[in-house]
């Protein structure tokens, strides 16, 4: 069973940015494709970027590409999302998420994923 705990949210105001985290325990993170998924208010949760588990390969969803940024620290059994140049859309909370398939592919429809944390609540607002 694995662990995940996300931090980093915050309040910021539009055009700002923040670095969220994800620990992660319980499994082989090195051999771990992750990705961070997020949900706003009413909406379903969303996918928003994934990295392979070497670091060699990352996909975002079309609303963040340019302006979001996803790594791993695999010593560490982290991940991380730098978010810049946020806007109000973007207010949701975050969760991370491991998919073992292969290392190589992170799947990006939330109900493929049986176990959540507790997410980091992102807001932007002026």
Same mark, same amino acid.
């Given at each position: ?5 996300? #931090?980093? &949210? &915050? ?13 992660? #325990? ?10 961070? !998924? ?5 909406? %379903?949760? %969303? !996918? ?6 070497? &670091? ?47 290392g190589l ?7 493929? !994923? ?13």
């Amino acid at each position: 069973q694995v662990q995940l705990v996300e #931090s980093g &949210g &915050g309040l910021v105001q539009p055009g700002g940015s923040l670095v969220l985290s994800c620990k992660v #325990s319980g499994r082989t993170f090195s051999r771990t494709a992750m990705g961070w !998924f997020r949900q706003a208010p009413g909406k %379903e949760r %969303e !996918f928003v970027a994934s990295i392979t588990w070497n &670091g060699d390969n990352t996909y975002y969803a079309d609303s963040v590409k340019g302006r979001f940024t996803i790594s791993r620290d695999n010593a560490e059994k982290m991940l991380y999302l730098q978010m810049n140049s946020l806007k109000p859309e973007d207010t949701a909370v975050y969760y991370c998420n491991a998919d073992g398939t292969s290392g190589l592919t992170f799947a990006t429809m939330a109900s493929w !994923f049986h176990s959540w944390g507790q997410g980091t609540q992102v807001t932007v607002s002026s």
